[in-house]
């Protein structure tokens, strides 16, 4: 019998391509995909993520499907497939669900974590972006301020055939800080591809006086202007939670 099971996956990204099954690169899609096919009689299993996360990014709670053959329990699935997973990967918890589920299409919110530290540290560059640089942090939350609600986020984003439509409904957007490392928050229905390392990466150099606010007003409500989008490097990025 064909059952459908979900997975909470935590992964570093550091050494993967990215999510999707990609030819000749190391995925965690792929990497997913081949722990399974001993528990699937020898057949290919795809695994359908919540995101597409970029080549370097992170995740602590990205969900994932998947379809079996199988009379295994999920905790024994679990277990067995961190058995045969790299230790850059975690799978957290395995349920089985309503064949109907899907964990793209199902999830309702989505949380994202990025992080920038003040101050060098060669210990966290793997998980951090490290500008070096002076900015106005109060320039970091007017601009975070502006991103909330629902907008085209078209010219804060790689341009994709994935997608029809450009609009996504955010819920949450701050900055915060804890001692010498600042953490930007964002709580959405949906993500476009490099679109939160646009706004982070963007609301920086807003900040160090490369463009003003205004202009960062005009990438998120889509209208024209001079400003350009920068893209924050993907170390300091983590899919932290999805909701359904």
Known sequence: MIRRFAIT??????????????????TVQEVLGNGLVDLNRGNR????????????????GQVAHFDLETILAPETIR?????????????????????????????KKRTYLYQLLLVRSVIK???????????????????A?????EHDFSRLCRTSTESNTKICRIYESQWIKNENMLYYKIVGNRFLHSMVRMIVGTMEE????????????ALVENLPGDIKPFTAPPQGLFLWEVEY
């Open 206 to 217: 807003v900040a160090r006086g490369i463009g003003t606010v205004e202009g960062f007003r």
């Open 125 to 143: 560059r793997r998980y951090t972006w490290q500008p070096e640089l002076k900015f106005r942090e109060d320039l970091l939350q007017r601009c």
């Open 45 to 60: 299993v795809v695994v359908n993520g919540s995101g597409r996360t970029d080549s370097g990014v992170h995740a602590i």
């Open 145 to 149: 301020e502006l991103v909330k609600g």
């Open 9 to 26: 996956v935590e992964y570093d990204g550091t050494d993967f391509f990215g999510w999707q099954r990609q030819a000749r690169e190391r």
């Open 79 to 107: 277990n067995a497939l961190n058995a045969k997973t790299p230790r850059d990967i975690y799978i957290h918890n395995c349920r089985e669900t309503d064949p109907s589920f899907h964990a793209r299409f199902n999830a």
